[in-house]
Nanobody, 125 residues
Framework: QVRLVESGGGSVQPGGSLRLSCAAS????????IGWFRRAPGTEREGVSC????????NYAASVKGRFTISRDNHTKTVYLQMNSLKPEDTAVYYC??????????????????WGQGTQVTVSS
């Protein structure tokens, strides 16, 4: 059974940092691109970042570029999202998702096969 479990969310003040983790089980993580998405109340799901399988190439939303860093450890089957200089507009539920395939990763949610339950991130003073 495939499971993706996010952790590391919480409440921080503006300018703070959090590191989200996505622990995968039941699948060979090195065969899957991983994406991080978020959804704030009243908004559409938004692609935040993704990392490909083969060369580990990454993509970032313009709103987080330079502040967030995605990385993966295929040995421990964990993908991380380091979030620095957090802003109130980063407040959302963050989800990780897995897409079977090689090549570039997608910032669109539709190709992704498996999803975690999400972890809440709140940035507020």
């Amino acid at each position: 059974q495939v499971r993706l479990v996010e952790s590391g969310g919480g409440s921080v003040q503006p300018g703070g940092s959090l590191r989200l983790s996505c622990a995968a089980s039941g699948l060979p993580l090195d065969h899957y691109a991983i994406g991080w998405f978020r959804r704030a109340p009243g908004t559409e799901r938004e692609g935040v970042s993704c990392i490909s399988t083969d060369d580990g190439s990454t993509n970032y939303a313009a709103s987080v570029k330079g502040r967030f860093t995605i990385s993966r450890d295929n040995h421990t089957k964990t993908v991380y999202l380091q979030m620095n200089s957090l802003k109130p507009e980063d407040t959302a539920v963050y989800y990780c998702a897995a897409d079977l395939g090689f090549g570039d990763c997608y910032m669109d949610y539709r190709p992704y096969d498996y999803w975690g339950q999400g972890t809440q991130v709140t940035v507020s003073s």
